[in-house]
């Protein structure tokens, strides 16, 4: 099992930056891909950007060129660099994993998707 735990939410003015953390934690795992969705009040939860074990990334074009994604594996942490930031980016963040589970957990070779609790990010105009 697998949980997952963000951080770094909070009150920033349009123009501002905020890191968003998230760390996983359990036993007998390993986390393959990581990533951030978004959703607002109304909305469904969208894509932002997700990065895979190997450090390749993907960005939805609305964030390209202002959110860097960054994971440091040795902490099963993933992060979210939001720079620039718009009133549209508002909602609440939520980080995503996959993972493989020990063989007493799970399947041999099963894949599963975990998601945090979200932690919000407003900006003000």
């Known amino acids: 099992q697998v949980q997952l735990v963000e951080s770094g939410g909070g009150l920033v003015q349009a123009g501002g930056s905020l890191r968003l953390s998230c760390a996983a934690s359990?036993?007998?795992?390993?986390?393959?891909?990581m990533g951030w969705y978004r959703q607002a009040p109304g909305k469904q939860r969208e894509l932002v950007a997700t990065?895979?074990?190997?450090?390749?990334?993907n960005y939805a074009d609305s964030v390209k060129g202002r959110f860097t994604i960054s994971r440091d594996n040795a902490k099963n942490t993933v992060y979210l660099q939001m720079s620039s930031l718009k009133s549209e980016d508002t909602a609440g963040y939520y980080c995503t994993a996959t993972a493989t589970l020990g063989a007493a957990d799970a399947p041999l070779g099963a894949v599963y998707r975990y998601w945090g609790q979200g932690t919000q990010v407003t900006v003000s105009s």
């Open positions: 359990g036993r007998n795992f390993n986390i393959n891909t």
């Open positions: 990065i895979s074990s190997g450090g390749r990334t």
